[in-house]
């Protein structure tokens, strides 16, 4: 963790069969170029709700209104604006890493995990669970600042195969599964600024939020050229980035 932008190599990111094998790599961006923050901020405004400081928006937003607004902020991500930001991010700081171009999810992800709500936690998973190919990898952007319970929590690539292959071997029931993988498991610290790239191996999940802060963020899966993909499709679950953005950027 904590490897800058220039020190990762497109070895380290995608193998010569173009399966992703980034291993939980944090990367850094400018905040002010690709303006994700802001975005989320006027788009909550926009609904009425305070959120100059997205850390508390438990304190603005009634816990009813999170899953509506949660929803909607999603569908927006298919808008021009936020297509502008997301694809330039895209293109200028992951297509480097990954030595060639990338499709990215259509719809991206956007998630508020409130402080001391049970209910709206995630299990620990892998991508490859929910069908996603070795081809594509996760690019997960805290826009809190995120550690301990309020971060995603995380296994390393080389613990979480070992883990995941012993589960199987060993026919785990779900809740051996999720005490062995929350006891293995530790939380991403970063700030808003910094990126989560990771292969679909990776175990990761919610655990309660005890931090008495809200935790935003957004998380895409993006998909090598040329990569397996198995049941997400290019041109519905993946979109090629936006021709005016490749085009300006080569200008
Ligand atoms: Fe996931």
Redesign the pocket.
């Known amino acids: 963790m904590s490897v800058l932008t220039n020190d990762l190599t497109s070895e380290q990111v995608v193998n010569q069969d173009n399966d992703v094998i980034v291993d939980l790599e944090q990367i850094r961006y400018d905040v002010e170029k690709y303006p994700f923050i802001s975005w989320v901020q006027k788009k909550i405004a926009d609904r009425g709700f305070k959120s100059d400081d997205l850390t508390k928006l438990h304190e603005t937003i009634p816990y009813t209104e999170i899953s509506a607004l949660t929803k909607w902020m999603i569908s927006e991500t298919g808008q021009k604006d936020w297509r502008q930001i997301a694809h330039s991010f895209t293109h200028d700081i992951l297509e480097p890493l990954f030595d060639g171009e990338i499709a990215v999810q259509r719809f991206m992800n956007i998630r508020i995990l409130l402080p001391q709500r049970q209910e709206m936690i995630?299990n620990f998973?892998t991508?490859l669970w929910?069908g996603h190919g070795m081809g594509t990898g996760?690019c997960w952007v805290p826009l809190t600042p995120v550690f301990d319970t309020n971060s995603m929590q995380v296994i390393d690539r080389e613990e979480s195969v070992k883990l995941v292959k012993q589960a199987y071997d060993e026919a785990w029931r779900q809740d051996k599964m999720q005490d062995v993988f929350f006891k293995a498991s530790r939380p991403v610290v970063a700030e808003p600024g910094e990126a989560v790239l990771f292969n679909q191996e990776i175990i990761?999940?919610n655990v309660p939020n005890k931090t008495g802060q809200t935790r935003v963020s957004i998380?895409f899966r993006l998909l090598v050229k040329g990569g397996k993909i198995r049941r997400k499709l290019v041109g519905g679950y993946f979109d090629l980035l936006d021709k005016e953005i490749r085009k300006g950027a080569q200008a």
């Open positions: 995630i998973h991508g929910y996760t990761h999940g998380d």
